[in-house]
């Protein structure tokens, strides 16, 4: 393995990427990171990129924020088209329902750039 798992996932954020593991025996696309393939148990994968597309699966307004002054947030699963699911803030909150179409969108927080999404 030439990367460690979640190394990916990062720097692509970093060049506007969305991106997963995909396991180099079954073509098993997985997210999180993981050492090994949920569905075959092969640890050869390869960098596969996303289309950051999908629908949000489900959705909560979180109201303890990290910090005490922060707005409450809008987190959302998005199952995205290629069968894998993420964790993210829904952008434009107002429009938070289960089914509605999303696509990525990099925001910069504090050096780091993370992928947040906006109904499409
Ligand atoms: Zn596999």
Known sequence: MSQREDDIFW???GQDRLMAQQCAACATIRHPPAAGCPRCGALDWNPR???GRGTIATWVVSKHPTKPDLEPRTIIVVELEEGVRVV???VDAENARMGARVAVEFHDVDG???PFF???
């Open 112 to 114: 780091q750039k993370f």
């Open 88 to 90: 993210s803030n829904l």
């Open 49 to 51: 990129q996303l289309s």
């Open 118 to 120: 906006r109904t499409a």
């Open 11 to 13: 720097e692509g954020a």
